[in-house]
């Protein structure tokens, strides 16, 4: 089944613990992306990828960190999270940028 | 900002009507998508139109393009139960590598 899977789906942590969201796409799809989904400001795009090793900054990269370094996986990293990164991520893929997304179930995702 | 804006911000209808939303954007565009989102969940591609289109239709789904005005409407018809969500356009840009979603219109159809 083609798919994007998301990994964890919730997490509670603690402001600058270090932490990982996985995203993984079955569909041998180039570009990845990134977003956070917070009530009010719909949907921003943090980060994405044009292809393997090709990253770039959406409209809130500020404190995120991504890596591509395989086509199916494009890891999102919180170095030193804070309390206002606490939302809703999804990542999505796709053919190409402005085409059809498919995305993930979505990581919800609390800071205290 | 190249986001698209959904009309209403909520809606709700009873099973059977019809539901209207539209998007508004700024810039001009290749093409317009429509997606669905159940609660917390992933959002799910409903429909494609390109600029150079002006009507698409998909099963229940009619979607309207106006490049003049900027504007495009989504309608779905005979609403269900099983449509309440929320309702997102995204638009490109010339050039753009990227959508840009609006804030959604959420949608009650009440049984």
């Known amino acids: 089944e083609a798919q994007v899977t998301q990994n964890p789906r919730y997490l509670i942590t603690v402001t600058g613990k270090k932490l990982t969201v996985t995203c993984s796409q079955n569909m041998n799809h180039e570009y990845m992306s990134w977003y956070r989904q917070d009530p009010g400001l719909g949907l921003r795009q943090i980060y994405y990828?044009?292809?393997?090793?090709?990253?770039d900054k959406g409209d809130v990269p500020e404190g995120y960190k991504v890596s591509r370094k395989e086509k199916r996986n494009f890891p999102l990293i919180l170095e030193s999270p804070s309390p206002n990164q606490t939302s809703l991520y999804f990542c999505a893929s796709s053919w190409g940028g402005t085409e059809t997304q498919y995305f993930g179930p979505g990581t919800r995702l609390l800071v205290l | 900002s190249q986001q698209g804006e959904e009309d209403p911000q909520a809606l709700s209808i009873q099973e059977g009507e019809n539901a209207t939303m539209n998007c508004s954007y700024k810039t001009s565009i290749n093409n317009l998508q429509w997606y669905r989102q159940n609660s917390g969940r992933g959002l799910v591609h409903l429909i494609l139109?390109?600029?150079?289109?002006r009507e698409k239709h998909s099963g229940r789904l009619r979607v309207t393009l106006d490049t003049s005005k900027k504007s495009s409407s989504l309608l779905i018809t005979a609403s269900r139960a099983a449509d309440t969500a929320s309702y997102f356009c995204a638009t490109d840009g010339t050039g753009a590598n990227n959508l840009f979603f609006g804030t959604g219109t959420r949608l009650t159809v009440i049984p």
């Open positions: 139109i390109r600029s150079n289109e």
């Open positions: 990828s044009m292809n393997v090793e090709v990253t």
